[in-house]
């Protein structure tokens, strides 16, 4: 299955997806930040609104790990995984200022460093349309959930935008060198991936405008 166009950032000729993350590492917080906050925010109350005190929770693609520190007060434990080594490394040292019950390690989503089970829910925020293998990385997800555990995954939905909206994509991304993926799913798209993934969709929602980002909730069946 694919997902509309897929999008390949510009400058990279081989370089790995990840270079173009790594250019990105240092500065992002800051543009999140800058451009982004009244975003993040929404994306905040969701994801806070179905953690709980004893849950155990990874963070898929977390960046900077910023979402992931900021639940682990809302959680028992929260792992935060991304491929890109730099965004890892940003991530740790914010640990070396405030403490918390957050590990971070390098891992690719499609390849998840854990058991079967081991996590109640699983969150991966504005990172599977920039995943190589985003089928892939689901059903990872789909594993290492408990049986009835949640997903909570926030995503663009890029198979939606406006051509302006995809050209402000493009002038953002062509400040970095290196090639990244972008894939362009639809709200449809991205309902029907996690029904086919086992699981149940038990919330789905678009939640940001301009370009349209969903948010879908689905409880892990079919274990
Ligand atoms: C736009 S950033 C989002 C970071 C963070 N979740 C947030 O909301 O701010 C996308 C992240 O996905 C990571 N990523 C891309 N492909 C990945 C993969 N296959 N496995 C793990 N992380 C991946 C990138 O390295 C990058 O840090």
Redesign the pocket.
């Known amino acids: 299955m694919t997902y509309g166009r897929r999008t390949s950032f510009p400058h990279g000729q081989d370089e790995k997806?990840?270079n173009f993350?790594k250019a990105t590492a240092e500065g992002?917080d800051a543009w999140?930040a800058s451009d982004f906050q009244d975003q993040y925010e929404v994306n905040w109350s969701i994801l806070a609104k179905h953690v709980t005190p004893n849950s155990r929770l990874l963070?898929?693609?977390?960046?900077?790990g910023?979402?992931s520190i900021r639940l682990s007060r809302r959680c028992r434990e929260v792992w935060g995984?991304?491929?890109?080594p730099e965004?890892i490394r940003v991530a740790e040292e914010k640990l070396a200022c405030e403490p918390a019950n957050v590990c971070f390690q390098e891992?690719?989503?499609?390849d998840l460093p854990f058991e079967n089970h081991t996590f109640d829910t699983v969150i991966?925020?504005?990172?599977l349309q920039?995943?190589?293998r985003p089928e892939t990385?689901i059903s990872e997800m789909h594993r290492v959930l408990r049986p009835g555990g949640e997903l909570l995954l926030i995503t663009y939905c890029y198979g939606e935008a406006t051509l302006a909206e995809h050209n402000a994509l493009l002038d953002w991304a062509v400040q970095y060198d290196g090639r990244a993926m972008w894939h362009s799913f639809t709200f449809a798209q991205l309902d029907a991936l996690l029904a086919a993934k086992g699981f149940e969709v038990a919330e789905a929602e678009r939640i940001w405008d301009g370009p349209v980002v969903a948010f879908l909730r689905g409880k892990a069946i079919n274990v």
């Open positions: 997806d990840q993350w992002y999140i963070d898929v693609g977390c960046g900077p910023t979402l995984v991304d491929v890109t965004m891992a690719d989503a499609c991966s925020v504005n990172a920039t995943m190589d990385a």
